[in-house]
């Protein structure tokens, strides 16, 4: 994985953010957000706790709503729309910092669920794909196991596992490394590296550096709601612009 | 509505009849969910007048409290529960009694050791007396009146006012005067128990329809008749299958429909009357084998022997 | 160890000590009895004070219970047999009446040949319960279905059952159990035939009327499958259509069925419940009414949508807060006025109506709290996995939050069934009031109090310590698991 | 604030209403509001209709009609010649007063249990435990029954306390009879009255008054000693022994009152049928009221037990730890903390008390349900309005008692990250 | 703090422990054990699960209760006379495990409430004294939050500065830094090494052995309620004694 070249620039964007704002309440979490992601490429947010990361890939499934400017996801924007967010969600995979796994569902059952009831696939066929996606994490042994039975690290293979199962074009992930013990942040980089190896497009908020520097082709620097800064893995660590970025990666890369 | 239930009756194919919850005598189930006594009875003549069969009724026991509403809401056709006949009840609660079936008073029954002799000796006493009836209202007027003071005790059955009486939690009972004597009776020791002479007020008891439905009204009314006037020419259980071919008073012969349609009047058959009659015999049977001297109640018939005899049952003249 | 204070602090045990065994004062019943019962003046001041009691109430009931008697045809005689035996003046239990009578106390006035029958269908209740309820663990719904199946043969035997209904019952309980053991997810939607047989057992009739019923509802169920892109509209047509097929079919079609193949059970009349079989009737349909009901009420409780939430919330605040006994007025004196003139419907059902909705109300805000357990992470991940709201809710919440809830869901249960002993107030042949007054209004059992109080009271015991057992069992279960 | 400027919106269309998630929530909301009020409506036609037919109307004129009846318990004056207005009020008023006598004796007993089933007593513990399950699973009516028939069948009658050689004997210095009616307790008498402040037809004496002023001026300054113990301990370290201080502020201008106004006791005797001059406790009451605690009892006992297990071990640890004595440790560590987890059920038992306290149907005694319920309803055949009325009354006080919850619930939660 | 040797010999001992026995109903915790603590001595104990740790120092403030043998502490032998037991606590702080602050005080009240109720100090004063110790533990500033707003370092730094507030002469640790999460654990560790530094008595049980072998002077291994070996931790690390000790360092180290 050398490649940070950015893909050859493809017919159209994959997601597309125009003037984004959004308050909760009296308070501007996200600020006339800008941003353009092209097909198969990889974003790594980074920024300071508090600065909008998470609500601004929330925002892109809709699991927020946004006040202000425009979403479009794979030609769909979002609006109040029902039929448009369904659709826009079944794009798009997302993995959570705590997994949330269903705890009441074996493994397996917790990646057929979705297929089944959205896309309407016939059982053995979700199953086949879910095992699919299972080796893919390796992990199929475990198939048949609850998810409090399995460790932190394999939960959250399981949830790539799972979101992989609705056969996104996009995936979100929401610091998918920072609930679990460092033995097990590898075993989950390794997985998402592995994805990324085969060009989905995906974005990204994280704080491992190593793994912004491997897979990412831009990294944004978030702050105050804001796109403070972006660039490239390497000119972004080696030659950070703004004040706020360097003082933010002295602080994450000090400890 | 008019004539309504009259048609609701005969399509449930049972009569829904408004019974007390357990008073020996007047309505009690036995052991196997029977029902039997005074006011039973009644509703048996009148099933039988109306569906041909005495055995289709469902008994609904009523409290004291929830009576009248069971009536007026239309959850039983016939309220046969020993209730007053009242102003109030009979206007302002909108319902219709029919008739009377017992003269009563409301008398008080008192232990024979309290040496009490008349009830203007009660008081200060404490006494014991079923709530949402209107012996209730009768006695806070007689003590009123007799400038006389009492503690009530409330209670909400008959089986809970005989627990309290006997256990001495109250001086005096007091309810109407028929149902002292059957509370009385079923005492271990009836002798030492003694019911005081006065009778404080009017109970004239008897079944009750709803208001506004008068032909229901006037099935219920003449059916009560019948057993009245039955007793009164002697049309008896036993004989009247044959007084219905060999009689030749024409009253007799009005009242058993072989003469004269009267049923057809009230919406019924000819044979209404004579299937009522045969369901439990007329008045004076049933008031014998209910609550009479040869049962353990008791009681003599009194004001409830027939105008002949000197009492008050008069039956209207079937024509 | 004395080599402690030497200047050098190094040390190595050569050998290790044996453990031995505490002093004297340490162990035995001397120490149980110096640390439970006397450690201190408070204590013994306590002891002393618990034997006292012990010591009264031993003293005031003990006599009266050792001074049984069981065989007697009346208070009277049972007096006399006592004054025989121990002495004039002493006091002794008549139980020889609930021997007499406890058949009313348990069936009320059900007719005898029949009773059977609801002994059936509290068997039944059983079986249909064990997928349910003890599904998470093989043996206990296993010991569960035998004995369930055993005892209630035995019973039913034992009461005169006939024949080819004992012979029935015991194909059609085998047949269950294996669908259970070997097919358990139909046999969870299967139980939803249960509550149709028990209605059929207990009143009697035609089999058709019940079966027409639940064909109403499996039709509306297939039309809503069938519909279901067109989501709430395809529920609403679902409704429509049940509605449709019992309104206007379901009569004409049961008759005709059952002129062809006519499966009749002698049928008995609400007035003839009492007793123990109409407490039960009454508290299970309450609790399986009130449990969706309940669910219904919570979401909406939960629900974002201002005008549905502040429906949910008076409806729930309303019935928590008048008494019960009120609401059974309710349903006695005025249910009749709220429906259209003319209608009249049997008084049990009447209860059972508000029995639900205030057990409902009440299971309502125990599921609440089952779902404000469930972490904000599942409703997220449902979402975005694309799962709609219903969907989310019937795979993903609700059988998290229901889970969670049993406990609750139990005691909830427990209370209205106590609560039941309140139907004698609007009339109805309760175990305990209307049934004990009844009795002792018969000339034989007049005086008779503390009997049937006995009888009656320890059934209720059995039955409500039994359920708070398992909800007990259920709630230490909960919690070690940590699936 | 919230302009919409990059998105432009599109226009209305009509499948937006099941399609766009604004306008579905409003259509849901608007199909549900009118299936209610269809509903309603309908409930509400069709008993207009069926009281119509009845030729009855809605009107609470019964209300200020003479009730005729007379309430043996009564709270405030009353007789038969009142409306019935007045008798749902005393009705009320002992609802109320069974439910308080109820909340405070079975709080009181409830806390004893709870902490005695922890008690390291065995025989205690497990005494308790057997009340508690006894108690909790078996129906409340039954123990009504249980406690009726105990009152009626056990108590001697005020018959048995007459004559040379009384069956019964009066107890606590011949004070007190206990009888299968009422308990004759004493009353109290002066031999110097000071008169009675006339407000309408119930007076109040001026003893009384006397008396609560000296004890709302005890209970003032009692306040402001503890106020100042805590600034000398705040100041010097050591907090000065007050509590001698308060009882004497308490206890002399009484005994002084006492003295001045003659107060004495007036034993109950036995004149005619029953006992006078004293004041007979209601058994309807006394029944009403054990049965109540004792029921509700169990219940406080185990949410009691639960409140102080749920303080850890730790926590009582910790504070011996530090030197606090067991006393301190319970008043300053376990109890705030157990408080929190206990009022809240607490306080929902109370709710059900004063629900189940219309069990008084059971004994006869006349609270809210037994006169605006039960004979006023009966006499009138309102039972519409009656029913409406009673259920709001109920309402109001569980609404009420509830609030106090949360007002409670909102001052202690604790404060977590 | 690179002192590990044995502070000058004072007048006498802090801790005095004689062949000391502890059942759990007829399960022997404690057998046998010998200890003197001097002044200014700073012990570490450590040892297998079960092995009877947590006993002994709950022996020594009497948490527990003793069954045979002696515990002087301070001059002051431990006894049923409850005065001995005032005496014995108000000199001797202990840290738990799980930090056992009071929920329901602000941490200014969490460290000042034995003060003023045992010791009878005038509230200001304590208040003076508590933000001393709050200082000296580094977090002053979060003086009237309640403990649930803080982390869990910072809690059990808090617990640290309650039990200095009683101003002890012994402090005893219960493995205060096995509920922390490896960031925070420094930051307790780091304070414990102040306290150290300022010469108080010290008994921490703990597997924390960078620690040990800083401040300690000695380390004692128990096992099965028993004393198996004592030494410098130099010697105790590199040098075990007993076959126990290697396996139990091997087990510890190795993970
Ligand atoms: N539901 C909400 N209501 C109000 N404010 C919120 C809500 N969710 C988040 N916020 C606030 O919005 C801001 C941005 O939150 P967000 O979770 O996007 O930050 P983040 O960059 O992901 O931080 P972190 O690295 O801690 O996850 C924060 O100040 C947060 O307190
Ligand atoms: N209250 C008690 N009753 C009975 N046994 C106990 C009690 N407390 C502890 N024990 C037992 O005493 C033994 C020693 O316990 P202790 O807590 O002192 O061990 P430890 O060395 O501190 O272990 P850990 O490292 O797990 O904390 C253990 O076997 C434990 O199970
Ligand atoms: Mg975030
Ligand atoms: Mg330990």
């Known amino acids: 994985m050398q490649t940070t070249a950015i893909p050859a620039i493809e017919s159209d964007a994959a997601i597309e953010i125009v003037r984004l704002n959004k308050w909760y309440g009296t308070f501007h979490v996200l600020r006339d957000i800008d941003l353009t992601v092209r097909r198969g490429e990889r974003i790594v947010i980074a920024g300071p706790s508090g600065s909008g990361k998470s609500t601004l890939i929330r925002c892109i499934n809709r699991l927020e709503e946004h006040q202000s400017g425009k979403i479009i996801v794979d030609g769909t924007e979002l609006t109040h729309d029902l039929k448009n967010i369904d659709k826009v969600r079944s794009e798009v995979g997302m993995v959570f910092q705590h997994f949330n796994l269903f705890p009441h569902l074996t493994i397996l059952e917790n990646c057929t669920l979705a297929p089944i009831w959205v896309r309407k696939v016939p059982r053995r066929e979700a199953e086949e794909t879910a095992m699919h996606f299972l080796e893919k994490v390796r992990i199929p042994d475990q198939a048949h196991k609850y998810p409090g039975q399995l460790s932190g690290g394999q939960q959250q293979r399981v949830a790539i596992a799972r979101a992989l199962c609705m056969r996104p074009r996009i995936m979100l992930f929401d610091e998918p490394t920072s609930a679990l013990d460092p033995e097990m942040i590898k075993e989950v980089l390794d997985t998402m590296i592995a994805l990324a190896e085969d060009g989905m497009t995906m974005i990204c908020v994280t704080h491992e550096m190593g793994f912004a520097q491997a897979v990412a082709h831009r990294v944004i620097f978030m702050d105050q709601g804001q796109i403070v800064e972006q660039n490239t893995p390497v000119e972004f660590f080696n030659n950070p612009q703004s004040e706020r970025t360097r003082l933010f990666l002295s602080q994450i890369l000090g400890h | 509505a008019e004539g309504d239930t009259l048609k609701e009756v005969k399509a449930r194919d049972a009569l829904n009849c408004g019974v007390n919850t357990g008073l020996i005598g007047f309505a009690a189930p036995d052991a196997n969910g029977n029902w039997s006594g005074f006011d039973v009875s009644y509703c048996k003549a009148l099933a039988a007048a109306v569906l041909g069969d005495a055995t289709k009724v469902k008994y609904v026991p009523v409290t004291g409290q929830t009576r009248f509403t069971a009536l007026s809401s239309g959850e039983v056709d016939v309220l046969a529960r020993n209730s007053t006949w009242t102003f109030q009840r009979d206007t302002d609660l909108k319902l219709d009694f029919i008739g009377i079936n017992y003269y009563d008073g409301q008398g008080f029954m008192v232990r024979k050791d309290l040496g009490v002799s008349s009830a203007k000796e009660l008081n200060g006493a404490t006494i014991c007396i079923q709530t949402g009836t209107t012996t209730e209202l009768n006695l806070a007027d007689y003590f009123k009146a007799n400038n006389m003071e009492y503690q009530p005790v409330n209670i909400d059955s008959n089986a809970e006012g005989e627990q309290q009486y006997m256990a001495g939690a109250c001086d005096a009972y007091t309810t109407d005067a028929s149902g002292l004597a059957a509370t009385r009776a079923s005492f271990a020791d009836p002798e030492n128990h003694i019911i005081l002479p006065e009778i404080i007020s009017k109970e004239p008891l008897g079944p009750a329809v709803r208001h506004g439905d008068n032909n229901w009204g006037d099935i219920a009314r003449w059916t009560l008749y019948a057993l009245i006037a039955a007793e009164e020419y002697g049309v008896t259980s036993a004989n ?77 003249p079937f024509r | 160890m004395s080599d402690t204070h030497s200047e050098t602090v190094a040390f190595m045990r050569e050998t290790m000590l044996p453990p031995q065994p505490p002093p004297l004062a340490q162990s035995g019943a001397i120490r149980w009895l110096r640390e439970n019962l006397f450690s201190g003046p408070l204590n013994i001041a306590l002891t002393l004070v618990g034997l006292g009691i012990v010591w009264l109430v031993v003293g005031a009931v003990g006599p009266w219970l050792t001074h049984s008697v069981w065989n007697a045809g009346s208070m009277a005689e049972c007096r006399q047999i006592i004054a025989e035996t121990w002495g004039e003046g002493a006091t002794g239990a008549c139980f020889a009446l609930v021997k007499h009578r406890w058949n009313q106390f348990l069936f009320g006035f059900y007719p005898q040949a029949l009773y059977w029958r609801p002994v059936l269908a509290f068997g039944l209740l059983f079986l249909a319960l064990a997928p349910l309820l003890f599904s998470e663990s093989a043996r206990a719904r296993r010991v569960v279905l ?20 004992l012979a029935g019952m015991a194909v059609a309980m085998l047949a269950w159990a294996a669908l259970v053991e070997a097919r358990p997810r139909p046999a969870l939607l299967a139980s939803l035939v249960y509550p149709f047989a028990a209605v059929w057992l207990l009143w009697g009739g035609s089999l058709w009327t019940e079966a027409m019923a639940l064909a109403g509802l499996a039709m509306g169920f297939l039309v809503w499958r069938g519909l279901a892109r067109l989501g709430l509209f395809a529920f609403a047509l679902a409704v429509v259509a049940a509605a449709a097929w019992w309104l206007l079919l379901a009569g004409p079609i049961a008759a005709a069925l059952a002129g062809v193949l006519p499966l009749r059970l002698q049928p008995v009349s609400s007035d003839q419940f009492g007793g123990f079989v109409l407490s039960i009737t009454i508290g299970v349909a309450g609790i399986a009414l009130s449990l969706p009901l309940g ?60 029995v639900t909705l205030f057990a409902a109300a009440y299971m309502a805000e125990v599921i609440r709290g089952g779902l404000a357990g469930l972490p904000k992470g599942q409703y997220e991940a449902a979402d975005a996995l694309g799962l709609d709201y219903w969907k989310a809710q019937r795979l993903i919440i609700l059988p998290q939050a229901l889970k969670i809830s049993i406990p609750g869901i139990v005691s909830t249960f427990i209370g209205m069934f106590k609560d039941t002993t309140l139907v004698v107030f609007v009339g109805l042949y309760d175990p305990l009031k209307a049934m004990s007054d009844t009795i002792r209004a018969s000339f034989e059992w007049k005086g008779a109090y503390w009997e049937p109080y006995i009888f009656v009271g320890a059934i209720f015991f059995v039955l409500c310590f039994g359920m708070s057992r398992y909800s007990m069992y259920l709630e230490r279960r909960l919690k070690h698991d940590h699936r | 604030m919230v302009t919409h400027t990059g998105a432009v919106d599109p226009p209305f269309r009509l499948s937006m209403l099941i399609y766009d998630r604004r306008y579905r929530s409003l259509t849901l909301q608007a199909i549900v509001f009118i299936l209610v009020m269809l509903a309603a409506s309908w409930i509400i036609d069709n008993t207009l209709k069926n009281l119509a037919d009845l030729g009855k109307t809605l009107s609470f004129d019964f209300l200020f009609r003479r009730a005729g009846y007379d309430i043996p318990q009564q709270l405030i004056p009353y007789n038969s010649d009142d409306t019935h207005l007045r008798a749902a009020v005393v009705g009320l008023l002992n609802t109320l007063l069974v439910s308080v006598l109820g909340c405070i004796a079975a709080t009181v007993l409830g806390v004893v249990a709870g902490v005695l089933r922890l008690s390291s007593n065995w025989l205690i513990a497990r005494l308790m435990t057997v009340y508690v399950e006894v108690f909790r699973n078996i129906p409340l009516l039954l123990w009504i029954l249980v406690c009726l028939a105990l009152f009626t069948e056990i108590m001697p ?35 110097n009255p000071p008169g009675t402040l006339a407000l309408g037809r119930e007076g109040i004496s001026w003893a009384l008054i006397a008396f609560a002023v000296v004890i709302a001026a005890a209970l003032a300054g009692h306040r402001l000693l503890r106020s100042w113990a805590r600034r000398v301990q705040e100041r010097t370290g050591k907090r000065p022994t007050t509590w001698w201080i308060s009882l004497a502020m308490f206890a002399l201008p009484s005994i002084l009152l006492t003295w001045y106004f003659g107060l004495h006791l007036i034993p109950p005797v036995l004149r005619g049928f029953n006992f006078a001059d004293g004041i007979n406790l209601d058994n309807a009451l006394v029944v009403l009221w054990l049965a109540l605690t004792l029921y509700t009892g169990a219940f406080i006992a185990e949410i009691v037990r639960a409140g102080i297990l749920a303080v850890s071990r730790g926590q009582s640890e910790a504070a011996f730890a530090l030197g606090l004595r067991p006393r301190r440790t319970m008043s300053l560590v376990v109890l705030p903390q157990a408080l929190r987890v206990i009022v809240p059920p607490l306080i929902s038992q109370y709710l059900n008390l004063t629900k189940n306290s219309s069990l008084a149907i059971a004994v006869g005694y006349m609270d809210l349900r037994g006169t605006l319920g039960g004979t006023t309803l009966n006499q009138t055949g309102r039972e519409m309005e009656a029913m409406v009325l009673m259920m709001a009354v109920y309402l109001a006080l569980s609404l009420i008692i509830s609030a106090g919850m949360n007002i409670f619930n909102a001052r202690v939660r604790l404060k977590e990250r």
Chains 1, 5 share one sequence.
Do not use: C, H
Not at chain 2, 263 to 277: F, S, T, Y
């Open chain 2, 240 to 316: 009247i299958d044959e007084l219905a071919k060999s009689s030749n008073n024409p009253e007799v012969q009005r009242l058993l429909g072989t003469t004269d349609e009267l049923g057809k009047m009230i919406g019924l058959d000819a044979e209404w009357a004579r299937r009522a009659i045969k369901a439990s015999g007329n008045y004076g049977e049933i008031f014998a084998a209910t609550i009479g001297e040869q049962t353990p109640i008791g009681l003599a018939r009194g004001l409830n022997a027939q105008w002949t005899q000197g009492g008050l049952m008069y039956a209207m």
């Open chain 3, 146 to 165: 035998g004995l369930a199946m055993v005892l209630t043969l035995v019973v039913s035997a034992v009461l005169d059952a006939p024949g080819p209904a």
């Open chain 3, 295 to 354: 669910v219904i009420l919570a979401l909406a409780r939960r629900s974002d949508l201002p005008v549905i939430k502040v429906l949910a919330v008076m409806f729930i605040e309303f019935i928590r807060g008048v008494p019960l006994i009120t609401l059974l007025f309710v349903a006695s004196l005025l249910l009749n006025y709220f429906l259209p003139p003319g209608t009249n419907f049997d008084v049990i059902l009447r209860v059972i109506i508000m």
């Open chain 4, 157 to 191: 009658p005020p018959n048995a306390y007459r004559g040379e050689n009384p069956a019964a004997g009066m107890i606590l210095f011949d004070m007190v009879a206990p009888t299968n009616r009422y308990t004759a307790i004493p009353s109290i008498g002066m031999t």
